[in-house]
């Protein structure tokens, strides 16, 4: 079976499974899981921030990060399309009270400073929300956020009084596509939330990183989501052997996420849109998306192509170099 249709579909291998079994455990939310200290520690240290917490999901993560910045009636600044804003079911709105101003992306992912500063609410007017935040996603549809554009609109922010946060859910995936430091990527932020759960192939768990008071808010905040979790080593386990084996392995994935969009670019009935770290974006014949998709899945390769629109096609741990040579040449043959 090859999956492309998601990071997320990684299974755990058999040396991070065992990891996972003999992991020292203890009640985390009497906060003496030892597994999940040292989780906690060690993502923290790599993102060059004083604190991390184990939350069970990226989801989770982001909202008690919002929640932490934010209070009943504030507004944070969020892409159109950012994860936080549109795929996490309106969890700020929902249960933070929080009012998300959302932003219309440039081609490249980010959110125009022009209009950022158009949708930052005058202060002390009791017409408008509070405008706190300023949330970005990095990676972004696999996208590099430039480092440019990030170090200008966080100090826009500050200099506005926001805090900043980033959905870095893949954000291992920029630092190894741009060579620098995750360190380096999140230093801009308040906080950052890293997922391990996508293609660095743990089954679950998302690491929030930050300040200490940050985070000390954070966990009260994640208690009350239904996030504090008793022997959670058991998962944080799976994290640290992520964090410790499938970091520089991302860089295999870019290159097959490459090779892919190569080999579908040479098929006619196949317009490859871009290709950025370990995802492909590319538009399928119309009329042949259903078929496709159908003859694909007898072969063992899950890929919805999406009528009339993009589809996205995600490379990850358990897709090697031969599967794409697979899923390429299958295409080849059924749009042939
Ligand atoms: C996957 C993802 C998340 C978190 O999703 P969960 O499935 O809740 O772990 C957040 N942001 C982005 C950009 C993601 O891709």
Known sequence: MIDLRSDTVTRPSAAMLQAMVSAPLGDDVMGDDPTVIRLQEAVAERAGKAAGLFFPSGTQSNLGALMAHCERGDEYLVGQLAHTYKYEGGGAAVLGNIQP???????????????????????????????????????????LIPADYVAAATAWARQHGLATHLDGARVFNAAVASGKPVAHLCQPFDSVSICFSKGLGAPVGSVLVGSVELIARARRWRK?????????????????????????RLAEDHENARLLADGLRAIPGVKVLSQDTNMVFAEFEPARCEELTAKLA????????????????????????ADVQRVIQAVALHLG
Request: glycine share 10%; with cysteine; hydrophobic share 45%.
């Open 101 to 143: 101003q959302p932003i219309e992306h440039a081609a490249d992912g980010s959110l125009p400073l022009e209009k950022l500063a158009a949708a930052l609410k005058p202060e002390g007017d009791p017409h408008f929300a509070r405008t706190r935040l300023l949330a970005l996603e990095n990676t972004f549809h696999g996208k």
């Open 224 to 248: 009350m989501l239904g996030g504090g979790l008793r022997q959670a080593g058991v998962l944080a386990a799976a994290c640290l052997y992520a964090l410790e084996h499938n970091v520089e």
């Open 298 to 321: 007898v072969d063992g390769i899950q890929m919805r192509a999406v009528y009339g629109g993009p589809t996205r096609l995600v490379t990850h741990l358990d897709v090697s170099a």
